[in-house]
């Protein structure tokens, strides 16, 4: 089992390891000795698949287990949600003690964090991640909420967990598609920070099916939480350098969105890092030769680099994120591979930059 450790207002592990979900239990009690009950909030995916070992983990330790499971996806991901995992714990006497757990992937994440965090003004909240989307980004970090028909994640809080576990031998039961899309976020790593990553991904030998390399999967796993734990114990509020996160979100949820969340997370990303990665080329802030590597190795992982989303389009999506300060938003360009920059560009500005050609 390896352990990175998050250190920020709260310090906590960030746990990785094949078949550790039979360890929650004992891993809970560990970080939450007077905590008696415990939500476990998951999806009508993969509650089937794992909810049963997690709960006689948690019951093994004594733990009064309650769940709360919603329909799969996005479309879920609202107040109507919360409101029920609420419900389940204001009628079983929960107390600042006891414990949300989250089992499923960004959505499940997002909103028991969410839920755990309003709930008599915030409860504990442990993360137990199953998509490889989640388990290298969303759940660690504390960003938690819900969509509005405005926009994603328009309503939320940041909440940190108390421990994250993350058993690698879920991904076992990922489809290709959603295995594929937590690629997208992997790559992001690389460009933005971390050229060692960059040299094992473009390295690999079989980069579409990569995830039957279950030990180099695991390492790549441990060197995002470990990218993840520094930026969080540099800029937990998002104030500065975590922005460099959000490579390739700005137009990447305008496309998500405009697509009515038919597109998955990751794969927008893939699209929104092409779209930025080109635009840079052309305004001269990033070598062609740097760029098309980066372009390419996208692809080879299976994912698209390029959208027919317009610049007035994007132009028109990026008013309503919520990451706008003022009139100005902050676009994540690469440098290099493996380094970024924030750059602050009015709407317009940001038009410009991609309508270059
Ligand atoms: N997923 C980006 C962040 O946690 O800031």
């Given at each position: 089992m390896r352990r990175v450790t998050v250190n920020c207002s709260s310090n906590y592990d960030v746990v990785i390891g094949k078949g550790i979900l039979d360890e929650t239990g004992r891993l809970t009690k560990q970080v939450c000795p007077k905590a008696q009950k415990v939500l476990i909030v998951s999806e009508s995916n993969v509650a089937p698949l794992y909810m049963d070992r997690v709960k006689s983990s948690l019951t093994g330790e004594g733990f009064a287990v309650f769940e709360y499971v919603f329909e799969a996806g996005e479309q879920s991901k609202n107040i109507a949600s919360i409101s029920g995992m609420w419900g389940v714990m204001a009628s079983n006497g929960f107390?600042?003690?006891?414990?949300?757990?989250?089992?499923?992937?960004?959505?499940?994440?997002?909103?028991a964090g969410f839920a755990a965090a309003t709930f008599l003004r915030g409860i504990k909240v442990i993360q137990v991640?199953?998509?490889?989307?989640?388990?290298?980004?969303?759940?660690?970090?504390?960003?938690?909420?819900?969509?509005?028909?405005?926009?994603?994640?328009?309503?939320?809080?940041?909440?940190?967990?108390?421990?994250?576990?993350?058993?690698?031998?879920?991904?076992?039961?990922?489809?290709?598609?959603?295995?594929?899309?937590?690629?997208?976020?992997?790559?992001?790593?690389?460009?933005?920070?971390?050229?060692?990553?960059?040299?094992?991904?473009?390295?690999?030998?079989?980069?579409?099916?990569?995830?039957?390399?279950?030990?180099?999967?695991?390492?790549?796993?441990?060197?995002?939480?470990?990218?993840?734990?520094?930026?969080?114990?540099?800029?937990?509020?998002?104030?500065?350098?975590?922005?460099?996160?959000?490579f390739g979100h700005t137009v990447g949820h305008v496309i998500e969105r405009d697509s009515n969340f038919t597109l998955a997370h990751g794969v927008c990303v893939a699209k929104g890092m092409g779209i930025i990665i080109r635009a840079s080329v052309l305004s001269g802030k990033l070598d062609k030769d740097k760029a098309d590597k980066m372009i390419s190795l996208i692809e080879a992982y299976g994912l698209p680099s390029e959208d027919d989303i317009t610049p007035e389009e994007a132009r028109e999506g990026v008013l309503n994120d919520k990451k706008k300060r003022g009139d100005t938003i902050s676009v994540i360009l690469v440098t290099d591979i493996g380094r970024s920059e924030i750059c602050k560009m009015t709407a317009d500005e940001f038009l410009q930059f991609l309508k270059r050609k």
């Open positions: 107390t600042r003690t006891d414990i949300v757990l989250a089992l499923g992937g960004g959505v499940t994440g997002d909103m991640p199953t998509s490889l989307l989640a388990m290298v980004d969303a759940c660690i970090g504390g960003k938690t909420g819900i969509d509005l028909p405005q926009g994603k994640n328009q309503v939320g809080a940041f909440h940190q967990p108390s421990i994250v576990i993350e058993d690698t031998s879920c991904l076992d039961t990922l489809p290709d598609s959603v295995f594929t899309e937590g690629m997208g976020e992997v790559l992001k790593y690389a460009y933005i920070m971390d050229t060692e990553l960059y040299e094992i991904l473009s390295g690999a030998e079989d980069k579409a099916d990569i995830r039957k390399n279950l030990d180099l999967i695991e390492d790549i796993i441990a060197r995002c939480a470990y990218d993840k734990a520094y930026v969080i114990g540099e800029d937990e509020n998002d104030n500065g350098l975590r922005q460099t996160l959000n």
